[in-house]
Every structure is written in structure tokens, then in C-alpha cells.
């Protein structure tokens, strides 16, 4: 089988084996969470864990196999592209834990 075909930038865009793998280890990633969760056979501390890192393997599934973001890229915008989002997400996440913090606080 031949390599991926590559644009104009250097990056490789894929192919269908590339995406149907991504999409089957994140159908087990979740199926995984969901597993977790609906049996309780577990302590809520070590389904919290579990979930996390399922998510955090998901995030990284989809990085690799669906964004094509990997070490070999030669487009470093991408990169910067994906700083500057992690960026934005960590203001807005953090953001909003500490409003709904502080008006827990202020409301006890």
C-alpha cells in the first residue's frame, strides 16, 4: 500500500485505514469510561482516574490519527494552532471552576 498522500505544506493527510483506526480506539476509549461508570464496581476515586486517563489517551488518539499532529510535521503552525487552543481551554475551563468555586464560597 502506498504512503499517505501529502499536500502542498508537507503534511500527510491520512488515509482510510489512518481514520478507521483512530475511530475504532476511540469507540474503545469510550466504551472503556462508559464501562467504568455504569458497572461501580469500583471506588469513585478510581473511576474518576480511570475516566481521565481514557480521556486524556482519547485526546491523543485524535491528535495523532483525525488532526495528523505527530513529531514528523512539518507545518509548525499546526503546533502553534494547538498551543494556543490548549491555551484557550485551560482560561476557560479554569476560569469557570474558579467562578463556580468562589460563588460556592460565597454562597455557603
Do not use: C, E
Not at 472503556?32 to 476515586?45: C, N
Not at 475516566?51 to 514528523?72: E, N, P, R, S
Not at 491555551?87 to 468562589?102: A, D, K, N, R
Request: charge should be positive; glycine fraction near 8%; hydrophobic fraction near 55%.
Amino acid at each position: 500500500m502506498s504512503p499517505a498522500p501529502i499536500d502542498s505544506t508537507g503534511v500527510s493527510r491520512g488515509s482510510l485505514k489512518s481514520y478507521l483506526s483512530g475511530f475504532v480506539l476511540s469507540l474503545i476509549l469510550t466504551a472503556i469510561a462508559f464501562a467504568l461508570v455504569m458497572r461501580g464496581t469500583l471506588s469513585p476515586k478510581v473511576t474518576l482516574g480511570g475516566i481521565f486517563v481514557a480521556g486524556i489517551v482519547q485526546i491523543l488518539v485524535h491528535l495523532h490519527y483525525f488532526l495528523h499532529l505527530d513529531t514528523t510535521s512539518a507545518a509548525r503552525w499546526n503546533v502553534l494552532a494547538l498551543i494556543f487552543t490548549l491555551l484557550i481551554m485551560i482560561l476557560f475551563v479554569g476560569g469557570s471552576l474558579w467562578i463556580m468555586w468562589t460563588l460556592n464560597y460565597r454562597m455557603m
